[in-house]
């Protein structure tokens, strides 16, 4: 079955223009997989927090449980994005001539980013205290997942913009977005 496989892909070289679309739909199916196992990374550390969530109100810790409310809703919205950006990055694998290597490595150390994101989210949850120490946790949360929305915003830019001289300047290290103070921050 392997020398049919082989002898089909062969053929399907020789049409005209069946490469070119044969890489843009592995190239989009590898997108997909991608958002789609970080979204999912997103979505355990939902499932983290909710558990964090459960110990502070046996503590009667509220005022975190509120933020953490906010951390949580953040999070949940940031993978339900990646989830679905699935159909609109279809315009950014249609270009595929109009895109270069560098171009391509900027999309992919977004992704990067992303990837790495999960992994702070898991180590500042993993930290997490009680009293004030849980307050501050939960408000780097917040900063850690607003960082993230404005990674995948700009990430979402490059994508839309590619090839039309727009966005070529777009680097993965761009300005982080606005802090969100936390209790130490207002004494």
Aim: hydrophobic share 35%; aromatic share 8%.
């Amino acid at each position: 079955m392997s020398d049919f496989r082989q002898q089909l892909e062969d053929l399907m070289e020789k049409i005209p223009g069946y490469k070119g679309y044969a890489q843009r739909e592995y190239r989009r199916d590898a997108d997909r997989e991608l958002r789609q196992a970080i979204a999912e990374a997103f979505s355990s550390q939902v499932e983290r927090l909710s558990r964090v969530q459960d110990r502070l109100l046996s503590q009667g810790d509220f005022a975190t449980m509120e933020v953490l409310d906010k951390v949580i809703t953040r999070l949940q919205h940031l993978s339900d994005r990646l989830r679905t950006a699935t159909y609109g990055y279809t315009g950014f694998f249609d270009r595929v001539k109009q895109f270069d290597d560098a171009e391509l490595r900027r999309l992919y150390e977004f992704d990067l980013q992303l990837a790495k994101g999960v992994e702070k989210l898991g180590d500042l949850i993993a930290q997490f205290g009680l009293g004030a120490q849980a307050r501050e946790r939960a408000h780097a949360l917040l900063n850690t997942i607003d960082e993230l929305h404005h990674i995948f915003d700009r990430r979402s830019h490059l994508v839309e913009t590619l090839g039309e001289g727009e966005g070529a300047e777009e680097e993965p290290n761009e300005t982080p977005p606005p802090h969100h103070p936390t209790p130490s921050d207002e004494a």
